[in-house]
């Protein structure tokens, strides 16, 4: 007569497959993770943040200035080679709401997904605190700008912000 194995002899050969699975699905996951990034999200990570401190006092300089701006797209105009010229507007505003004026304004613009295609502009005032300039962009879609606004006499006015362009 044939020995027959108990009922449920298989049971404990279920844990074992689940901790298999799970040890391969890491394994994969951390392959992928080490091959993929190198983990230096910053360059020059180690300068960055020595000057920490500076970036704050420059962020409470800026809040004491009280400025408000108002930064974007006017108009865009597509081009026959599916670039894009894009009229940019500005309008500085101080605590009370008056006009800032007097500014040089700079701005660069950014693809966070794709190096290689910055561009820096300069914005010219058109008076009673606005600013405005026309630049060409090689691509649609989003940029991130970080306009830069100076004054002898006064810290630097910062602002970055992404925008859409169509």
Do not use: C
Not at 18 to 44: D, P
Not at 108 to 122: C, N, S, Y
Not at 127 to 140: D, F, Q, V
Not at 148 to 163: D, K, N
């Amino acid at each position: 007569m044939a020995r027959r194995r108990p009922d449920g002899w298989w049971y404990p050969w279920i844990f074992v497959l689940g901790f298999v699975v799970v040890i391969g699905v890491n394994m994969i996951m951390l392959l992928a993770a080490t091959s993929t990034f190198s983990g230096l999200s910053v360059e020059h990570a180690f300068e960055k943040g020595n000057a920490y401190n500076a970036e704050i006092a420059a962020d409470k300089a800026q809040a004491a200035l009280g400025w408000k701006a108002d930064f974007g797209v006017a108009a865009t105009r597509i081009e026959i080679d599916d670039s894009r010229t894009v009229r940019w507007r500005l309008t500085m505003t101080d605590a009370k709401g008056g006009p800032v004026s007097g500014l040089a304004v700079a701005v660069r613009l950014q693809r966070p997904t794709v190096k290689g295609f910055d561009h820096e502009i300069a914005l010219a005032p058109t008076g009673n605190g606005r600013y405005a300039a026309e630049s060409s962009l090689p691509l649609k879609g989003q940029w991130e700008a970080r306009l830069t606004a100076t004054r002898p006499g006064t810290p630097p006015f910062r602002l970055r912000e992404r925008v859409q362009i169509p």
